[in-house]
């Protein structure tokens, strides 16, 4: 069910993923947008790094996925990541300008959608993030609903998560999932959760206790020959959550700044996420770093378990 590449597509696989392949390994996909445009310099480079180390320590591989100079990368060396995680200009790319980065030689993060392309198109079967995209706030108004979702629909790689933030319309975004068919597996507790946050308010449509559980879900999926992808929700462990009604004064005054400095489209996310971490004095962050960390770990043990 993978789609082929091109032979003609500029594409690199870094040392240690191009061996994983060979041996039919496990290997995790990450994306690259959290370091570029979702957490400032150092601290990206710090979490870049350590949820690489965290998915070789569980005995995967990981593939941070970029555009650079027009090549897609799957797996960056050492020093490329530094090298991104220092870049200012690098574009935003989802399913909409995948492709443009590469053409016009250019650099670019790939967001969730666009990292799900690439790890499937490289036989990558898991990957791990922060939060995903979803139905923006007001979104009824701004029709502001992230490529993300369509691609979950479509595209099958399992996305491991920390729920969805709650500067997103967390039920508008439940629904889309639903109507588009996509599961939504809460790992380990019956709510769904919100990033900083454990609880959401909201009931998972489902819950699996263990990696080998999702995994036999997943082959299932497989043996019916049902496609598209899977989203597994972590919730960030407790010693580094910020409760829910705490984040929710922060995310108010965010969306207030947003919506006072006309920010739109592409820059909304970003936008929201940089006042956060300056609303918060940079707790925000080690939060955000902390969740990532689980759900390499997490993905990990998930990549393990489908090839056992
Ligand atoms: N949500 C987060 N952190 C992030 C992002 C989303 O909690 O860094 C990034 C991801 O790369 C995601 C993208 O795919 O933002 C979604 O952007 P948009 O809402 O513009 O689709
Ligand atoms: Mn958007």
Partial sequence: ????????????????????????????????TIITHGM??????????SVEAIIRDEGAVPAT???????????LEPAELESLAQTTDAMKVSRADLAFAIAERRTGATTVAATMIAAARAGI???????IGGVHRGAEQSFDISADLEELARTGVIVVCAGA?????IPKTLEVLETRGVPVV?????????????????RSPLTLNSPAAIANFQ???????IDGGMLIANPVPQADEIPRNEMEIYISRALDNAERDEISG??????????IFDLTDGRSLKTNIALVENNARLAAEIAVALVT
């Fill in 40 to 49: 400032p310099y150092p601290g990206n480079i710090e979490m870049a790094r």
């Fill in 219 to 225: 082959k299932t999926r497989d043996q019916l020959g």
């Fill in 125 to 131: 079967k898991v990957f791990a993030t922060g939060g």
């Fill in 186 to 202: 809460t790992f380990g507790q019956e709510q769904f959760p919100a990033f900083w946050s454990r609880q959401s308010g909201l």
């Fill in 1 to 32: 069910m993978t789609k082929p590449i091109s032979p003609l597509l500029p594409i690199s696989y870094s040392k240690e993923v191009e061996s994983a392949k060979l041996r039919g390994a496990p290997i995790v996909a990450l994306e690259s």
């Fill in 165 to 169: 933030k709650a500067i997103l319309d």
């Fill in 65 to 75: 996925i970029a555009v650079i100079n027009g090549t897609l990368h799957i797996g």
């Fill in 266 to 275: 592409k820059a909304v996310t970003p936008y929201l996420l940089s006042t």
